[in-house]
């Protein structure tokens, strides 16, 4: 049985990393033995039919049929013919019988996707069956009995449906015998990262990210999950000049998809402010670099030194903009610095560090969720500081992500100033 839990984790691209992730497939495997109805929810994209065909794939009628449906792709006046099949005649264009999808399914698993969406009226129908109870075919005068084991998804709010007399409550606590939620990716770093790495591969082999792309991604909400992602990286590969190139933020394009504009990511404040922010993160996305930053905005250089001395004199070093700035600002430096893990100290190589995280390589692979402890020196001033984490992400190439943890108030403060004058210095 264990071989056959670890297939289902490697279903399609869905990697399982995170400690969120491995609870939800655990539990999957654990009802499995069981004939319960399954309810599945969680937002779109985020992997609902990897854990459906887990729980298939683990129970004892892994051998017999599986049968997906979309409830929402079956147009409505198809949905009871589609579900329960029809008689020869039974309406115009009928010539022959047709089995309906509980029939295909029998003695396997049939799993519902957007099971909210069916019409009140095939809900009845459906919790009969769900309930044992042999049906009709459509146009039929003899009952069929089929051995079923449902398994549904939805990305709505089933119950508000329920309130809103837009579902059954019968067949809601029918299906939600037991219910699994499956987190959106922007809460699974591990995921992200290892799905981003295995597509990447999948379309070039030779691509690999940088540690900005990286650090874009685990920064990203991804409102379109993993359907998102495996968009972006589509799009990423396309860009690429070479098949061996790596894959920067410029090329991931995040937030430019169909899902940015439902993201809720509106841009606030007034012009001045919006276009301050635009042209920080312009400098950010290109690491500093003020040529290529004014190109993407469509500016001179000139008006772009310009813009960055008002806003130094306007205050750069004081108040919330500031603030705001410090946080999001990463530099890239080479520097040695030593890392505990597992009781170890491990030289390495610093590539980037701003003050929610950090890259770094060495010659050894680490495991991703992994404690960390970066032991950095201030290069100007000596001083030595220790970063608490945990390893976000890592590659072939020896590169790995650290997200810190809580920092005492002193190195923060350090650390903010550090890279303020960095900042500073860039421009």
Known sequence: ?????????????????????????????????????????????????????????????????????????IPEHLVESELFGYEKGAFSGADALKRGLFEIANTGTLFLDEIGELDLKVQVKLLRVLDGVPYFRLGG??????????????????????????????????????????????????????????????????????????????????????????????????LARTPTARISSTELRLGHGPEAANSGAALEGDLNQVERTMILSA?????????????ALGISRRTLLRKLKSYREGGAGTGAESSSERESYRTDLEAPVTIEHGGRRIEATLLNISVGGAAFALNQALTCGAPVTILFTFPETGDEVEFTGRVAWSNREGEHGVQFGEMPAPVRSNLQRWLQSRMEANV
């Open 1 to 73: 049985m264990a071989t056959a839990v670890q297939n289902s984790w490697d279903l399609g691209s869905h990697v399982v990393r995170s400690d969120a992730l491995k609870r939800v497939m655990r539990l999957a495997e654990q009802v499995a033995h069981h004939p319960a109805a399954v309810l599945i929810v969680g937002e779109t994209g985020t992997g609902k039919e990897i854990v459906a065909r887990s729980i298939h794939l683990n129970s004892l009628r892994c051998n017999n049929p599986w049968v997906d449906v979309n409830c929402a792709a």
């Open 141 to 238: 005068s003899k009952k069929v009995s089929v051995d079923v084991r449902v398994v549904a998804a939805t990305n709505q709010d089933l119950q508000a449906l329920v309130q809103a007399g837009r579902f059954r409550s019968d067949l809601y606590h029918r299906l939600a015998q037991f219910t699994l939620e499956v987190p959106p990716l922007r809460e699974r770093p591990e995921d992200l990262i290892g799905i981003a790495e295995q597509l990447l591969h999948q379309h070039s082999p030779g691509l690999h990210f940088t540690p900005d792309a990286v650090a874009a991604m685990l920064s990203y909400s991804w409102p379109g999950n993993v359907r998102e992602l495996r968009n972006c990286i589509f799009r990423a590969v396309m």
């Open 283 to 295: 400098l950010e996305r290109y690491r500093g670099n003020q040529g290529q930053a004014a190109d």
